[in-house]
């Protein structure tokens, strides 16, 4: 015991009598050991000691920024490069400026770096690096890709630079330029997930299903627990409506990540169109639960010697006290605030719901702190408002339409720009009766969404604009409003329900032409039944009489003009080995035309060109409905054999 005394009294003085460099070399080691806040302590020491020195400064900050406090890290990286401006100093100033979400700041602390043309490739590159990331954060997505042909400039053989450009180019949708950038990545390092994971997102959204889910197999050989791959598989399968397949990737995604808010509410989605409601229920909850905590509801930051209130929570425990935006915390529950860090002050005010605690604060000038007494109360993230949006369809589907509209509210007064917050909404004013209202949310969306325009609607035949109903419910591509989705087949039999005068006035007239002889007319009339069927049952039969009567015709009919133009755009698309483009415009073509049987036939072909065989044996058992006696109706049956074994292998690897 005396031994271990007589050791600590000597380091005791050792300490005391430490220069800055022995500070330094401390905060060298502690931060090796990723002991963070006592290699800030030394660090801070050090530069106490020696104000003037750049290095300690830096140093300081290089802590803060590894424990992940980035806005504490700027004012040290700021002292910096003021005293010693240095590319890399600004380097990692600009690094701490992104990730406290200052992007405009970043890109003009880059500039200042790549100003100073630093000597070495390094130090250029992630500049480069930084400047296209900030960039695209400012919407500056041209920019961003600019950054990334300079640095493949510099290093012509990093797969970095490549891999980074082919990001950037997809968040352009340009997805062509970026998958030919990522295949340079890989080629360049095989063994690296992520340009493999982006080269499969891009085939995804060229609707290039099968190469896109080869690419992510590839990302998970290379990385079993890749997060991006399963997060990827789930997306493009809820996009194919494998709802199943989504379902298991977005499980493997949440085995990772379990606090990833936004896996959770995703799979609610898998499982909602599945019509798997009490588990949708249970997913969404989880994630509503990630993003919400108990406290009072105040954002802080660094402010000088003590930590500031940056905004304060409508109608929060915080607000309903008092506090104010700029009021400086100097001590909770009587315990001294002073120097503490933003991860400490909110810690201390984190507490149990329904807990006291006393705040001091200093407001303005004032030369006395003032205490405000605060109850902590449950507060809901602004992050939550997609997860409440989509809770309020689940209640829906299940019949509470009170809760529905309250956590459609909810999710609206969080954040009204959500689009899962309008989209409920929405569908909850159609629900109360405000079809104005209804409509008009829906019109909202800054995006074409199939689902919303049903909805819409459905709200403008309900108010009795049944003419209207249909314009704007044909305009919606047949392959948006898919049966395999519980969700979607109910609001379209609801739709159907409604409109269904015009579409028996429509048979009704293909009846009639159809008595006198002319079978065009009573073809058209019934390709506009069809357009509105309710189901997939319904569908069929129209169609099989549609096919009937243009069989009676010396000649099928011409397709419409609109419907050539699509063929032709098809056509070009497929010249330029496009196809997943060529696709999108002869289904538009089918959906103008659905008389047309080479129509079915082509669609039929481009799909298993793209691999997509489920659709491609649905178009190609259509056309041999519409032309059961064609000449190459063996061959048609042939490539419907091939196609099955091909989906059942693709099945199996899945």
Not at 123 to 139: D, H, I, P, W
Not at 380 to 407: C, L, V, W
């Amino acid at each position: 015991m005396i031994i271990i005394r007589f050791m600590i009294a000597i380091a005791s003085v050792f300490i005391l009598s430490a220069c800055a460099s022995d500070m330094a070399m401390f905060g060298n080691a502690y931060l090796n050991q990723k002991n963070y806040d006592a290699a800030i302590s030394n660090f801070q020491a050090a530069a106490n000691m020696e104000p003037g020195n750049a290095h300690y400064q830096f140093m300081t900050g290089r802590a803060y920024h590894e424990k992940g406090s980035y806005k504490e890290a700027i004012p040290y990286f700021e002292k910096a490069v003021k005293l010693a401006p240095s590319a890399n100093y600004y380097n990692w100033l600009a690094h701490a400026y992104s990730y406290s979400g200052q992007p405009a700041q970043a890109q003009e602390t880059i500039k200042k770096a790549l100003s100073l043309n630093p000597p070495d490739t390094a130090t250029k590159k992630q500049a480069l690096m930084l400047l296209a990331r900030s960039s695209e954060s400012l919407g500056q997505k041209e920019a961003a890709v600019n950054a990334m042909n300079r640095y493949i400039t510099l290093d012509p053989n990093d797969s970095e630079g490549f891999a980074g450009l082919g990001y950037f180019l997809s968040s352009q949708e340009k997805y062509d330029e970026a998958i030919t950038a990522l295949k340079r990545a890989i080629e360049l390092k095989p063994d690296d997930e992520s340009p493999v994971n982006n080269l499969g997102y891009a085939y995804g959204m060229k609707e290039q299903y099968d190469e896109a889910f080869k690419q992510f197999d590839k990302a998970l050989a290379i990385n079993p627990r890749s997060q991006s791959a399963y997060r990827n598989i789930g997306k493009f399968n809820l996009e194919r409506r494998n709802y199943e397949g989504a379902v298991a990737a977005i499980k493997k995604y949440i085995e990772i990540s379990p606090d990833d808010h936004i896996a959770h509410s995703t799979l609610a989605v898998a499982y909602g169109h599945m019509g798997r409601f009490a588990e949708a229920l249970e997913a969404v909850n989880k994630s509503i639960s990630l993003t919400s905590f108990s406290g009072i509801g105040a954002e802080v930051a660094a402010d000088k010697e003590y930590v500031s209130i940056k905004s304060v929570g409508k109608a929060s425990p915080a607000e309903n006290a008092g506090l104010k935006p700029g009021d400086k915390i100097v001590s909770i529950d009587g315990i001294s605030m002073k120097n503490k860090t933003v991860a400490e002050v909110v810690q201390k005010m984190r507490g149990e719901a329904e807990t006291a605690l006393a705040l001091g604060i200093y407001r303005g000038d004032a030369e006395e702190p003032v205490i405000k007494n605060i109850t902590r109360g449950r507060i809901t993230d602004s992050n939550s408002a997609d997860a409440h949006g989509i809770r309020s369809i689940i209640q829906r589907e299940t019949g509470k339409y009170d809760q529905a509209y309250q956590d459609a509210k909810t999710a609206s007064q969080l954040n009204p720009k959500s689009s899962w917050a309008i989209y409920s909404l929405g569908i909850a004013y159609l629900d109360k009766g405000m079809y104005d209202e209804s409509v008009a949310e829906f019109a909202k969306l800054t995006y074409d969404a199939p689902a919303a325009k049903l909805y819409s609607s459905i709200a403008t035949a309900k108010k009795g604009d049944l003419k209207g109903a249909v314009e704007k419910y044909i305009n919606i591509p047949p392959s948006k409003l898919s049966s395999k989705s519980v969700l979607t087949a109910n609001a379209k039999r609801d739709f159907s329900r409604l409109v269904g005068s015009v579409a028996k006035s429509h048979l009704n007239q293909a009846s009639d032409f159809e008595s006198r002889g002319k079978y065009a007319e009573a073809a058209a009339e019934i390709s506009s039944a069809l357009l509105i069927a309710e189901d997939a049952a319904q569908e069929e039969a129209l169609r099989r009489r549609m096919f009937s009567i243009i069989r009676k015709m010396p000649s099928p009919p011409e397709i419409t003009e609109q419907a050539r133009r699509h063929v032709l755009r098809g056509e070009l698309l497929i010249k330029e080995k496009n196809l997943g483009e060529a696709v999108t415009e002869y289904k538009k073509a089918v959906a103008l035309a659905p008389y047309s049987a080479k129509l079915y036939f082509n669609l039929a072909l481009l799909y298993g060109e793209v691999k997509n065989y489920e659709d491609a044996i649905s178009n190609m058992k259509i056309y041999l409905q519409a032309a059961p006696d064609a000449p190459n109706a063996r061959a048609a049956k042939d490539e419907i054999i091939k196609w099955e074994l091909l989906q059942e292998k693709a099945a199996v690897k899945r």
